[in-house]
């Protein structure tokens, strides 16, 4: 059942639609990926989809900080440290002192934090392949490719939009960058 949209107060203001949003469908499929993998591990492992994403990041890593796991998973600063409270309470991660720098501290696994990513490890790989195995391998090469460029896009954008409200000014976002604007 379709429901009537109501026009917009000034005819000229250009329309968002949601589902046509690039930014708002890739937000719904990473949700809907990380929803789907996190129900494989979930239950039988114990862990949210905060805790695997620093399970995993320390797996691939081996020791990080908590400032570099956020930055590596796009992960808040609260919800990084909330999980990585409850990781070490369950003894799946260490803490570890640096001994040059006592303000801050190294993760890692411990013996049991490595067994929960090797159980969870396959789990997720198996889950991509077959999210993508109705692609084709020319197809899965350009939505590689595709994702790739849209994220380094995505830093770019966001580097300079924190740089002009950094100068105080308001970026508009579909305004030339800067660079441009002004040359």
Do not use: C
Not at 9 to 21: H, I, K, Q, Y
Not at 31 to 37: E, F, K, M, P, Y
Not at 77 to 86: C, L, P
Not at 107 to 134: C, D, F, K, N
Request: hydrophobic residues 40%; without cysteine; aromatic residues 4%.
């Amino acid at each position: 059942m379709a429901t009537a949209r109501p026009a917009p107060a000034d005819p000229s203001t250009p329309r968002l639609e949601l589902d046509r949003f690039l930014p708002y469908r890739l937000n719904v499929l990473a949700a809907l990926t990380s929803d789907g993998v996190a129900r494989l591990y979930s239950r039988q492992f114990g862990v949210s989809i905060p805790e695997w994403r620093i399970v995993a990041t320390l797996g691939e890593h081996v020791k990080l900080t908590a400032h570099a796991i956020g930055a590596h998973s796009h992960m808040h600063k609260t919800k990084v440290s909330r999980a990585v409270g409850d990781l070490i309470s369950r003894g799946v991660v260490r803490r570890e002192i640096n001994k040059d720098d006592l303000r801050e501290a190294f993760l890692s696994l411990t013996a049991e934090g490595r067994a929960i990513y090797e159980g969870i490890a396959p789990l997720a790989l198996s889950y991509e392949v077959r999210l993508v195995e109705g692609l084709n391998d020319v197809e899965r090469a350009a939505v590689n490719d595709a994702v790739a460029t849209l994220t380094r896009r995505s830093r770019a954008l966001l580097d300079e939009i924190k740089r002009e409200q950094a100068k105080g000014g308001k970026q508009d976002p579909a305004a030339p960058p800067a660079r441009l604007r002004d040359s």
